[in-house]
């Protein structure tokens, strides 16, 4: 019932050859966060590209009782909201308001509505003060929230967030975390960010070579592999 991503056996090559994912099985209830866990290379953000169906391998993907296909690949990209590692990736457009707007207007909402929401989404990440400025003008913290209200404003049922921390300071990290602690939504996050980890995990998976390799509670799988900074 409460099962909102189901992935069965996803196998990925790069069209280099390289094999990315060698078979990975990872289910996602309502109310959890699930932290993303393992080394440089290990699949984890190759993994997350295939939750909206950015990158389609081999295997079975089934989000909100969907199945992932050409077919449907539009409606579960309005339920798994992707938050890039890098925001400069997300924000392209003139202004932040803008920005966080783009996904709705191409959704088929109209101008009016697409600002109302995404204004809405703004003031729910504390950045409604940069609403009309540029976003390559913004502290690498308020980009992060500029790029997560883009993508809460299309109400997402899933969160996934690739390093949300990474380059911001330690107050602009514990704002984030605030800011991520207060949103309902289901997420899976990539972080080496121990606190962050921590504070927001249900449960971890540590991802090795393509396969997630361990499954259990955040502070076993850090202790564990002694993940700590
Ligand atoms: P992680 O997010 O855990 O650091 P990635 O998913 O980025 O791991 O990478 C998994 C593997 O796929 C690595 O061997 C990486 O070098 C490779 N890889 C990532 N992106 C590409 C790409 N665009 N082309 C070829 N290989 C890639």
């Not at 389609?56 to 077919?71: A, D, H, K, V, W």
């Not at 539009?74 to 996904?103: C, H, N, S, W």
């Not at 991520?180 to 997420?187: F, H, S, V, Y």
Request: proline letters at 3%.
């Amino acid at each position: 019932m409460g099962l909102l991503v189901d992935v069965r056996g996803l196998r990925y090559r790069y069209p280099d050859g390289t094999e990315a994912l060698r078979g990975v099985d990872f289910q996602l209830e309502a109310g959890e966060t699930v932290i993303l866990l393992g080394g440089n290379g290990s699949g984890k953000t190759t993994f997350t590209l295939h939750l909206n169906g950015l990158l389609r391998g081999e295997g079975e993907i089934t989000i909100c009782g969907q199945r992932l296909s050409p077919g449907t690949v539009g409606a579960i990209r309005r339920k798994v909201g992707l938050v890039f590692q890098d925001a400069d990736e997300q924000l392209f457009m003139p202004t932040v308001l803008e920005d966080a707007a783009y996904g709705l207007r191409n959704l088929g909402y109209t101008e009016a509505e697409a600002r109302k929401l995404a204004a809405a989404a703004l003031e729910r990440t504390g950045i409604a003060h940069c609403a009309d400025r540029a976003p390559y003008h913004l502290s690498g913290g308020e980009k992060r929230r500029a790029a997560i209200a883009g993508i809460l404003a299309m109400e997402p049922e899933i969160l996934v967030l690739d390093e949300p921390t990474t380059s911001l300071d330690p107050p602009g990290r514990r704002e984030l975390i605030d800011l991520l602690t207060g949103l309902a939504q289901a997420k899976v996050i990539i972080t080496h960010d121990d606190r962050l980890a921590r504070a927001l995990g249900t449960r971890a998976v540590f991802f090795n070579k393509g396969r997630i390799s361990a499954t259990g509670g955040v502070d076993e799988l850090l202790d564990r592999f002694n993940w700590r900074e």
